[in-house]
Nanobody, 112 residues
Framework: EVQLQASGGGLVQAGGSLRVSCTVS????????VGWFRQAPGKEREAVSC????????FYADSVKGRFTISPGSAKDTVYLQMNSLKPEDTAVYYC?????WGQGTLVTVSS
């Protein structure tokens, strides 16, 4: 059974940094893509970033380009999202996904 576990959310002031992690288990292949989505209160879920494990290709939403960095962990079963220069509008529940499977989400709150 494939499971994703997101962690690392919390409260941070505007301009600060936070790193969220996604641990993937149950995959028999290392050629999968892991993505981060977020959903702010009253808004639709939106794509933030993703990485393909096999070739390292990445995607970033325009709203986070230059501020967020997605990277694989050394253990290959973990993906990090480093978030710098955080803004209040980054406040949301952040979910990691393989497209088919989703983690439970971790809350990131950025205070102004």
């Amino acid at each position: 059974e494939v499971q994703l576990q997101a962690s690392g959310g919390g409260l941070v002031q505007a301009g600060g940094s936070l790193r969220v992690s996604c641990t993937v288990s149950g995959f028999t292949s290392d050629t999968y893509t892991v993505g981060w989505f977020r959903q702010a209160p009253g808004k639709e879920r939106e794509a933030v970033s993703c990485i393909t494990q096999s070739n390292g290709r990445t995607f970033y939403a325009d709203s986070v380009k230059g501020r967020f960095t997605i990277s694989p962990g050394s253990a290959k079963d973990t993906v990090y999202l480093q978030m710098n220069s955080l803004k209040p509008e980054d406040t949301a529940v952040y979910y990691c996904t393989t497209g088919r499977y989703w983690g439970q989400g971790t809350l990131v709150t950025v205070s102004s």
